[in-house]
């Protein structure tokens, strides 16, 4: 049994992961500030005796005994984290140099949740780890895009030089249960909008492309990249399987059976055209790679965000 540091504990994946860690017989501490995140989405773990909820902003240091850190705290939709960047960039900096100073005090491991956005509008496709991206460092989503790839340099100036061990993941789109209603991804987006028979809006034409990954899946290649011995990464994680946003909003239309139109708007600024992983490395390193089809995965996010909105109209 270990002691682990789940920070952003509340969120969609963190929340997921917090369950899959309690699952396998860990003490598990999520320290979250709820700017993203949810206590809804672990409400139902308070009174499990091997779990402890503390409220705390990783932009500001704290002292705690763990054996390893997942550090996930940070807003990941660009609705969130366009809304204050500059809170976002210090989430990045700030918060990830204190789970550090943490990591090298009591020698604990560290996974830093980077994510597919330091490859920006990618001119290599699909995206391997050996690709160093094609980033905005001043456009309206250099926050969250070059915040990340600060974060994965600091992790490892900091195992280079202070020995601290230290693993990198890059998460490619993931969607299920609890995903916020309002957070701006697309597949949270058409789910909402096809359940309230609205229209669906497309940015573009609908030909840009991504990669979507169950959440169970994605919480399964952050366990085994834990556990790993002697890899740092970044590794990618995140289903290869490559769909337009047409196609998606489609599928979605056909699994709620709703009646909305599909309407197009302009593309926002630097919006990736074309967005999928190489798993290849996490294939042959981890043994991992995804098993939950698009289509089985929509249908347990419907079946969710369906009951939760029933929960909000009867409220």
Known sequence: ??????????????????????AQGHEVMCLDNFFTGSKANIRHLLGEPRFE???HDIVEPILLEVDQIFNLACPASPVHYQLNPVKTVKTNV?????????????????????????YG?????????????????????????????????????????????VRIVRIFNTYGPRMAFEDGRVVSNFVIQALRNQDITVYGDGSQ??????????????LA?????????????????EFTILELARKVIELTGAKSRIVYKSLPADDPRQRQPDIGL??????????????????????????????????
């Open 282 to 315: 996490a294939q042959d390193k981890l043994g991992w790679e995804p098993k939950v089809a698009l289509e089985e995965g929509l249908r347990a996010t419907i079946a969710d965000f369906s009951q939760r909105l029933s929960g909000r109209r009867e409220s």
């Open 53 to 55: 909820l503390i409220r």
């Open 121 to 165: 509008d990618p001119q290599v496709h699909p995206q391997p780890e050996t690709y160093w991206g094609h980033v905005n460092p001043i456009g309206p989503r250099s926050c969250y895009d070059e915040g990340k790839r600060l974060a994965e340099t600091l992790m490892m100036d900091y195992h280079r030089n202070n020995r601290v061990d």
């Open 209 to 222: 492309t991504r990669s979507f990954c169950y959440v169970s899946d994605m919480v399964a290649g952050l």
């Open 94 to 118: 700030l918060g990830t140099l204190n789970m550090l100073g943490l990591a090298k005090r009591v020698k604990a491991r560290i996974l830093q949740a980077s994510t597919s956005e330091v």
């Open 1 to 22: 049994m270990k002691r682990i540091l789940v920070t952003g504990g509340g969120g969609f994946i963190g929340s997921h992961l917090v369950e899959a860690l309690l």
């Open 225 to 241: 990249m834990m556990e790993q011995e002697r890899l740092t990464g970044p590794i990618n994680l995140g289903n290869p399987g």
